[in-house]
């Protein structure tokens, strides 16, 4: 019996041992989003490219969607804008832009000069639909589903390795639905 | 020596501008009940951008957007729980300082308890245990006694058997 207990600590040493070993390599940063599951906080705000016209989240209803968070004042969403144009273009991939915090003409002159992969850019200049969604650092993409329903958030660069290993699995599995 | 007196007294004039924190939003609020209750919910609410600090000493504009919510929430009449559940229901359970307890978090809750609960049992097993053998096994039968008390008087006849 007295034997038995002298392996207590390795027992606890490699249980130890595990859970530490099982956190290496994961990003502390990286949170689930809290609506996972749920549909796309209601809003209201104007189309970057058009101030008079009025956008909901209906703009979500009808086809797979990627949501992406950016603004002109963030560098990462630069180093994702190619690979967000290539998305669009050659994936076919509709991807919704939410220009967030930022400023329509700054906006327009980068999607001028750097492409526009957007099918719809909202602009959100105080960040109020950002805020609901849980955005805490730009660039952030999400999949919403063709029901509007937040499925995966990415935060940070979208580059092609993050798009084949996490993205694209879930964008072909909700598209097959409709 | 004048000219860098004045230029010193200058640099000390703006101690009070460098010192004060650019967090520190101004609020008003009606009571001073009602500033402490805004005090300890931004204190007990995490930044979801800069990990290991409250919603209160964060820079990040993430936590400004928060507590201009908290502000906003308080000034409708939103109790603490509507509140905190506002911002869980944004960023998830990550912003509680304090997590609810439920089936997930009952672990890190119980933790504690389990432990001194544990350390306890342990305390008082060795206690019984040596309690138990005083009783029960006298260090010396009388026998032993007769012959260490014979050994100590001088007589060796007794050691080679030993």
């Known amino acids: ?178 | 020596m004048l000219r860098s007196t004045i230029a010193l007294a200058l640099l000390f004039m703006l101690v009070p501008f460098a010192l004060a924190d650019d967090a520190r939003d101004v609020y008003g609020f009606e009571s001073q009940a009602q500033e402490q209750r805004f005090q300890s919910l931004i204190s007990e609410l995490r930044c979801p951008k800069c990990q290991n600090q409250n919603i209160a000493d964060s820079n990040a504009p993430i936590s400004k957007d928060m507590r201009e919510e908290v502000y906003r929430m308080m000034s409708d009449g939103a109790s603490n729980e509507e509140i905190v559940g506002a911002l869980v229901d944004r960023f998830g359970e990550f912003v509680r300082y304090k997590p609810e307890v439920d089936s997930r978090t009952i672990l890190l809750w119980a933790t504690p308890a389990i432990v001194v609960f544990g350390g306890l049992l342990v305390v008082a097993g060795i206690i019984i245990r040596s309690r138990r053998s005083d009783q029960s096994e006298p260090a010396l039968t009388d026998e032993e006694r007769a012959r260490a008390s014979r050994i100590l008087d001088g007589d060796d006849s007794d050691r080679s058997s030993g």
């Open chain 1, 1 to 178: 019996m007295k034997r038995i207990l002298l392996f207590v600590p390795l027992v606890l040493a490699v249980v130890l041992g595990v859970v530490l070993f099982a956190g290496i390599g994961k990003d502390p940063n990286e949170l689930e989003s809290a609506l996972i599951g749920k549909p796309v906080p209601e809003f209201v705000l104007t189309d970057l490219h058009d101030e008079g016209r009025e956008l909901t989240r209906d703009v979500f209803k009808g086809q797979v969607s990627l949501l992406n968070v950016w603004g002109t004042w963030c560098p990462a969403c630069r180093d994702e804008h190619a690979d967000l144009v290539w998305l669009a273009e050659e994936k076919g991939v509709r991807i919704v832009g939410l220009n967030y915090k930022d400023n329509r003409d700054d906006a327009l002159v980068w999607l001028d000069r750097l492409g526009d992969p957007y099918q719809v850019s909202i602009y959100d200049p105080r960040g109020s639909l950002g805020f609901d969604l849980g955005v805490y650092g730009a660039p952030e993409t999400y999949v919403i589903d063709a029901e509007g329903i937040v499925r995966y958030r990415h935060v940070g660069v979208v580059n092609e390795k993050v798009w084949e290993q996490e993205i694209k699995p879930l964008v072909e599995r909700y598209g097959e639905k409709t």
